[in-house]
């Protein structure tokens, strides 16, 4: 079992930067795929990008490709989402996820992850 917990988040200017991080407790956390979503205020919860067990594949949603980052470090247990070019439209609660299943990859959908952070807050102002 995974137990992801999010930081990072904040309150940032149209344009600017922010990095992610989410720490996942248990020995294991190379064995999971992982992922990022984040949810506006009633509105559902998106995928942002998803990255492999290794860090080798990722993928991302066309609304923040070329601008968004994600990566990984196995031997901190930990996932970034590096944040370039925030836009007002990027301001949502962001949520860390784990897959348990057996392929190596990250999936789109909510459905495919198994372990959930609580989220970090971001807000970016125009």
């Known amino acids: 079992q995974l137990q992801p917990v999010e930081s990072g988040g904040g309150l940032v200017q149209a344009g600017g930067s922010l990095r992610l991080s989410c720490a996942a407790s248990g020995r294991t956390f190379s064995t999971y795929a992982m992922g990022w979503f984040r949810q506006a205020p009633g509105k559902e919860r998106d995928f942002v990008a998803s990255?492999?067990?290794?860090?080798?594949?990722?993928a991302y949603a066309d609304s923040v490709k070329g601008r968004f980052t994600v990566s990984r470090d196995n031997a901190k247990n930990t996932v970034y989402l590096q944040m370039n070019s925030l836009k007002s439209e990027d301001t949502a609660v962001y949520l860390c996820?784990?897959?348990?299943?057996?392929?190596?990859?990250?999936?789109?959908?909510?459905?495919?992850?198994?372990?959930w952070g609580q989220g970090t807050q971001v807000t970016v102002s125009s």
């Open positions: 996820a784990a897959d348990a299943g057996p392929g190596p990859y990250g999936g789109r959908l909510p459905g495919e992850y198994d372990y």
């Open positions: 990255i492999s067990r290794s860090g080798g594949t990722t």
